[in-house]
């Protein structure tokens, strides 16, 4: 088979696939224009006035869009109802974070920085709680803070005599 041929039909086939892949998960998502393969709703949105091309398509799609920034879908909330419809009124739902794969992969989901849900908030509790059973909030830590600062300043004084 010539190279050519192959190359092109390696790349067709690339195309399709991504073309299922948001087909298959627009489903449950807002309506919103139709994407690219690969490069999404990228050439649709302007880079310098992103707002206005962000109104400009919530006046056809309305206030709640669906946009794909590449591969990856993002829906978007457009005026002041919608944000709070959706943060104010459905606060619990819309409470979570996304995702980060390379700090899930190095963190495997555990930590307070990267974890999201319900393991967020058992580790936050847990965090908050040993924090204040260190101290924290107390004035008693000020004290020790400054007792270890004194032994510190000794142990330095010490090394520039020898």
């Excluded at 087909?23 to 999404?40: A, E, F, H, N």
């Excluded at 459905?90 to 930590?111: A, I, L, M, Q």
């Amino acid at each position: 088979m010539d190279p050519v041929v192959a190359l092109v039909l390696c790349l067709s086939c690339l195309l399709l696939l991504s073309l299922w892949r948001q087909r298959s998960g627009r489903g449950k998502l807002p309506p919103g224009p139709m994407p690219l393969p690969i490069l999404g709703n990228i050439l649709q949105i302007d880079t310098k006035n992103i707002s206005k091309s962000l109104t400009d398509l919530s006046k056809a799609y309305g206030p709640v869009f669906t946009v794909y920034l590449g591969l990856r879908p993002t829906v978007v909330l457009h005026g002041y109802e919608a944000v709070k419809e959706a943060l104010i009124d459905h606060g619990e739902v819309f409470s979570g974070r996304g995702s980060f794969p390379v700090g899930d992969r190095v963190t495997k989901g555990f930590g307070i920085i990267f974890s999201t849900g319900s393991r967020w908030k058992v580790m936050r509790r847990f965090s908050l709680m040993t924090l204040r059973n260190f101290g924290m909030g107390k004035r008693s830590i000020e004290d020790r803070v400054q007792e270890e600062a004194r032994c510190l300043m000794e142990e330095l004084r010490k090394t520039e005599c020898e």
